[in-house]
């Protein structure tokens, strides 16, 4: 009898302990789930420009695919970077080309982007500003000799 005593009590303490861990585990796996998911959507964002920046360093510029008008160098370098910031909600007005007009051959182009990444887990929002992460990517590289017709 003395036996099933002790394991009543056991699955008590088990049940105790399982109590007070269990949200800490959760919140760690949930922590774990959201740096990575903010560390994907920097180098996301940082893939973007990079691409966007070769694209501007050809000197070339793409068409409106629904259109079919020419855009201009900025509109397509802009474009580049929404293209390739697959998933991701960007605001064409937060990128910033220097020079503005995408510079001549042998210019050297910047692009910049700024993005704000919203945390997940509630209780990580009290170690960021309105639960918002502000991180910003740029790129530079020398423009290409352009070819013209």
Do not use: C, W
Not at 2 to 31: F, Y
Not at 39 to 62: D, K, M, P
Not at 115 to 137: C, K, N, Q, W
């Amino acid at each position: 009898m003395r036996g099933s005593i002790r394991l009543r009590d056991a699955r008590g303490t088990t049940v105790a302990e399982m109590a007070i861990v269990l949200p800490l585990v959760l919140v760690l796996v949930m922590g774990v789930f959201d740096f990575s998911r903010l560390f994907y959507t920097r180098l996301t964002l940082q893939h973007a420009v990079r691409e966007a920046v070769r694209f501007a360093v050809t000197g070339n510029a793409s068409v409106d695919p629904q259109t079919g008008d020419p855009l201009t160098r900025i509109e397509s370098i802009r474009r580049k970077i929404v293209e390739n910031a697959v998933n991701l909600d960007v605001d064409v007005d937060a990128i910033v080309v220097t020079p503005a007009d995408g510079g001549g051959p042998g210019d050297v182009v910047t692009v910049a982007t700024t993005f704000s990444y919203e945390m997940a887990t509630p209780v990580l929002h009290p170690f960021f500003p309105g639960g918002r992460y502000d991180f910003g990517v740029s790129s530079a590289m020398k423009n290409e000799p352009f070819y013209t017709d």
